[in-house]
């Protein structure tokens, strides 16, 4: 079965420091894997997708996220933050093997202040 | 293109109300995805169409819910009756239909059953 976790309900930084949101996956075979982001009241927003090759991702709006194949760990990585940067982020995993269906995690606020 | 459609943005309604949730899917996508929102459970996937047949409808809730998608750009998410535990944020998403495609969500409908 295919799981994600991401162990923090929220993440503090200050404008300007780099951030990062964790993200921990388990599939059974190899992954697909993706960041969403959503700004109060709208839908999810794709930032960036790991499907093969580097393990350094870069996406949308200066993010990007590391695949650890052997920590089973997709962080997502800003070397600046923006207060507007402050959101709600979502990991997901789509296993090979599991079809069209993501699953996501449970989400982290993110708090950038100035 | 305009995105993934969905109508209406807001719905206020009494218990035991019929609600119906529209959604169009970005034009050549083939795959349809609901999900729904709450504080409490998350985003949850609801049921997922492959070039309109359901493929998976583990997600809903009970038989007051049901989901249609008649052809390849609309399909219906229906409450009948409406509980107020049914009150949260719908989305739908699509997606081409490949496991390492994307799925671009929509902006949601806001449900509140009274």
């Known amino acids: 079965a295919q799981s994600v976790a991401q162990p923090e309900d929220q993440v503090n930084v200050a404008e300007g420091n780099p951030l990062t949101v964790k993200c921990t996956y388990s599939?059974?075979?190899?992954?697909?894997l993706f960041w969403y982001v959503q700004y109060p009241n709208r839908g999810l927003q794709f930032l960036l997708k790991?499907?093969?090759?580097?393990?350094l991702v870069k996406g949308s709006y200066g993010f990007e996220a590391e695949f650890n194949k052997s920590q089973t760990s997709f962080h997502l990585k800003k070397p600046s933050a923006l207060v507007s940067d402050s959101a709600l982020y979502f990991c997901?995993?789509?296993?090979?093997?599991?079809?069209?269906?993501?699953?996501f995690g449970a989400g982290t606020i993110l708090r950038v202040k100035s | 293109d305009a995105g993934v459609i969905q109508s209406p943005r807001h719905e206020v309604t009494e218990m035991g109300q019929e609600v119906t949730l529209r959604c169009k899917p970005i034009?050549?996508?083939?795959?349809l995805f609901w999900y729904r929102q709450t504080m409490m459970r998350g985003l949850e996937l609801l049921i997922y169409?492959?070039?309109?047949?359901?493929?998976?409808d583990s997600g809903m809730p009970e038989d007051r819910f049901s989901a249609k998608m008649p052809n390849a750009s609309f399909s219906t998410l229906k409450i009948q009756p409406s509980e107020p535990r049914d009150s949260a944020v719908y989305f739908c998403?699509?997606?081409?239909?490949?496991?390492?495609?994307?799925?671009?969500f929509g902006p949601g409908t806001r449900l509140l059953v009274l």
């Open positions: 998403a699509s997606s081409s239909g490949l496991p390492q495609e994307t799925q671009y």
């Open positions: 599939v059974s075979g190899n992954p697909y």
């Open positions: 790991y499907i093969t090759g580097d393990n």
């Open positions: 997901a995993v789509r296993d090979m093997l599991g079809g069209n269906k993501l699953v």
């Open positions: 034009s050549g996508h083939n795959s």
């Open positions: 169409f492959n070039n309109n047949v359901p493929i998976d």
